[in-house]
């Protein structure tokens, strides 16, 4: 038995295992899927996480996404378009996390792939309750299981009550023409949309939405896309003659936006917490994948130097916490009902507020590794 256990095979897990083997460890990574699965993501993948991705020997610019240069926000009739500060890249999460978790194999991670983690305890050392497998008993820990608490080791961030959709659509030629090489933002009252090329053609479709809106709608996402497609032409627009791929939507609920692990006395020695595990950021902004790799980074970094999890989550909350809270204001600006209009407004005589927005909300360059 490995002395080092991964919890979840999302980027944040696979990506510390592979940097943990490729420094001559041994490591167990537990993953819940036993096969290429989606996920509920933008699937925007930003420049810096595409870095960390190269870092790791990973071109993600081989696996055949979707270049994004600009970015259009998009509010009932009117929108406005700016050049982002940098060169984004749509990539489907299947297609990110299942190469990820080769290359970890390949670097000599054991994977145990169909096996979800019952329970983590804490009395007398580390154990892992696994599903249809012996518990384990590591030294050390690294939890990246994700948007939602693992039982025995609770986050202490408060669950958004927004509720996620993802889907992905063939748009007609001249809709797909014209959403080449932007990442859209449809806002509307009571949540917003997300729309980009991934590969092979085909388009992301992300929806977060206030539990009222989707009450609404009775509870059904096919009605729930047609009132928004009636408050948001350009939407209509868009959709008119797609073809939808998914039979049914991905759906997520209660994620703690804005969550960031403080370190406290009582945290159990030796469990390193990894992306959303340890940080979570508004949406919107598509850098939750570059924080979930930069904490892998960071976590590896510092366990190698013989540093304590303590360190390395105090680092983390210092990288990220200015990010995650300028985020999570936007998000509330940009949903009030008077506020968000009248940014809007304002951000329609000067786009380049948008350009400075996304930059804004980046993992700061000062903390990159
Ligand atoms: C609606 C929405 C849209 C988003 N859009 C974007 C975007 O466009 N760009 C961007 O950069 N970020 C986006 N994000 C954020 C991004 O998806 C996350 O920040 C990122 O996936 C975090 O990576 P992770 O490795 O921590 O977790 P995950 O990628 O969620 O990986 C966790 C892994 O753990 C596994 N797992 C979970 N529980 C168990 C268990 N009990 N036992 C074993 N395995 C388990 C899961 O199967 C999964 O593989 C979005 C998030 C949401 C909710």
Redesign the pocket.
């Known amino acids: 038995m490995s002395a080092i256990v991964i919890?979840?095979?999302?980027?944040?897990?696979a990506a510390t295992a592979t940097l943990l083997a490729q420094a001559g460890r041994e490591v167990t990574l537990?993953?819940?899927?036993s096969a290429p699965a989606h996920?509920?993501?933008?699937?925007?993948?930003?420049t810096e996480?595409q870095v960390c991705l190269r870092q790791l020997g990973l071109d993600c610019g081989a696996l055949g996404g979707a270049r994004i240069t600009h970015v259009r926000l998009i509010r009932g009739k009117r929108s406005i378009t700016a050049k982002l500060p940098f060169e984004g890249l749509g990539l489907t999460r299947k297609t990110l996390?299942e190469t990820l978790l080769n290359h970890a194999a390949q670097a000599g991670v054991s994977l145990q792939r169909g096996?979800?983690?019952r329970r983590i305890s804490f009395s007398g050392g580390i154990q892992v309750e696994i599903d249809r497998s012996p518990p384990l008993t590591p030294r050390t820990l690294f939890l990246?299981?994700?948007?939602h608490d693992?039982r025995g080791a609770p986050r202490a961030g408060r669950a958004s009550p927004l509720i996620?959709f993802?889907t992905y659509f063939r748009l007609n030629p001249a809709q797909h023409a014209a959403l080449a090489g932007h990442v859209e933002l449809y806002l509307f009252p009571g949540g917003y949309a997300?729309m980009q090329l991934v590969e092979n053609g085909e388009a992301n479709f992300?929806l977060?939405v206030e539990p009222a809106l989707f009450a609404h709608s009775g509870g059904k996402f096919p009605a729930l896309l047609e009132h928004l497609q009636t408050i948001s032409p350009p939407l209509a627009a868009r959709l008119a003659g797609a073809q939808t791929l998914l039979p049914t939507p991905l759906t997520?609920a209660r994620?703690p936006y804005g969550f960031v692990h403080r370190p406290h006395a009582q945290d159990p020695a030796n469990m390193f917490r990894?992306?959303?595990?340890a940080a979570?950021i508004a949406?919107f902004t598509?850098?939750?994948?570059?924080?979930?790799l930069h904490s892998a980074a960071l976590a590896a970094g510092h366990f190698l130097r013989g540093e304590t999890s303590q360190t390395y989550h105090r680092r983390l909350a210092r990288d990220v916490s200015g990010q995650i809270r300028r985020a999570t204001a936007l998000h509330a600006a940009l949903s009030a009902p008077l506020l968000g209009p009248a940014l809007f407004a304002a951000a329609r005589i000067f786009p380049q507020a948008l350009a400075i927005s996304a930059a804004f909300t980046r993992v700061p360059e000062y903390a990159r590794l």
């Open positions: 919890a979840g095979g999302g980027l944040a897990g537990i993953e819940r899927e996920k509920i993501c933008g699937e925007f993948m930003s996480a996390d096996h979800a983690i990246a299981t994700g948007k693992t996620g993802k997300g992300c977060l997520i994620v990894l992306g959303d595990q979570v949406s598509g850098d939750g994948m570059a924080i979930a």
